[in-house]
């Protein structure tokens, strides 16, 4: 595949090796799609945006089904509202539309945490910025991408 999706724009720019997989058809659920890539569930990266205040938001990467636990996730960023960003507020948040959403080639600088367990796999798979397309990429590479990210523990290790 030669064409390429904003997020392995991205990727080639920081000169990180990445692979684009397209999915056949429609993806009804996260254990579909890590079974058309040849993954674990484990190892498809979710980018959730959570939103702070008007205008404030902060995108929380999480490995395969494991849910944000929102005691940890307000008491982590200090606050005591947290709620997940409405579809219209992804998309102008992140330039992206829900099941595409990715930490790179955003509009503007976005806080990112990534829960721990997103780095446990070697291999990973994290939204290409299009839709039924998936970037693959090793969580090492991922993680130098990321440049300036705060790494927590939001879930308990598996």
């Not at 960003?85 to 948040?93: D, G, K, N, R, S």
């Not at 806080?111 to 291999?123: G, H, M, S, T, W």
């Amino acid at each position: 595949m030669t064409e390429q999706t904003p997020v392995s724009k991205a990727l080639s720019a920081l000169g990180l090796p990445h692979t684009l997989f397209r999915h056949p058809g429609p993806v009804a659920s996260l254990e579909q799609a890590a079974r058309e890539r040849g993954q674990l569930p484990g190892q498809v990266i979710r980018s959730l945006v959570f939103r702070l205040g008007a205008g404030d938001f902060v995108m929380v990467l999480m490995a395969g089904p494991a849910q944000v636990p929102w005691p940890a996730l307000r008491s982590y960023l200090g606050q005591s509202r947290v709620s997940m960003a409405t579809e219209a507020e992804v998309l102008a948040a992140t330039g992206y539309r829900l099941g595409a959403v990715s930490p790179f080639g955003l509009p503007a600088p976005l806080r990112i945490l990534a829960d721990e367990n997103v780095f446990a796999p070697e291999e990973i798979s994290i939204g290409s910025g299009e839709r039924g397309v998936t970037v693959i990429l090793k969580s090492a590479d991922l993680r130098r991408a990321l440049g300036e990210f705060e790494e927590v523990q939001l879930t308990n290790p598996e």
